[in-house]
């Protein structure tokens, strides 16, 4: 029996979607200009983008992570708040 995470991604899947005549004039000049077919050109935007997003996702959790590990006292913190955490 194979079960659905055994299954290999198919190479291609088409998803026919629909664009406003100015967005299609532009994907149209884009792969004119860069030699490529609309779909790769397209293809290549949505893995930027993805990439792009996937790196400022990465950039906020170092942000929330900053001064997490060089013993500084947080903002939530205080001196007093850890003597009573620790008397208990």
């Known amino acids: 029996m194979i079960t659905a995470h055994k299954i290999p991604p198919s190479k291609a899947t088409r998803k026919n979607f629909t664009m406003p ?8 000049f884009l792969a004119t200009f860069l030699h490529k077919k609309q779909s790769q050109v397209i293809q290549e935007l949505i893995h930027n983008a993805s990439a792009a997003l996937r790196n400022d996702l990465r950039l906020a959790k170092l942000k929330q992570l900053k001064g997490a590990f060089t013993g500084l006292i947080g903002d939530e913190q205080s001196i007093q708040r850890m003597k009573s955490e620790r008397t208990l």
Do not use: C, G
Request: aromatic share 0%; proline share 0%.
């Open 21 to 28: 005549d100015e967005t299609a004039r532009e994907l149209d």
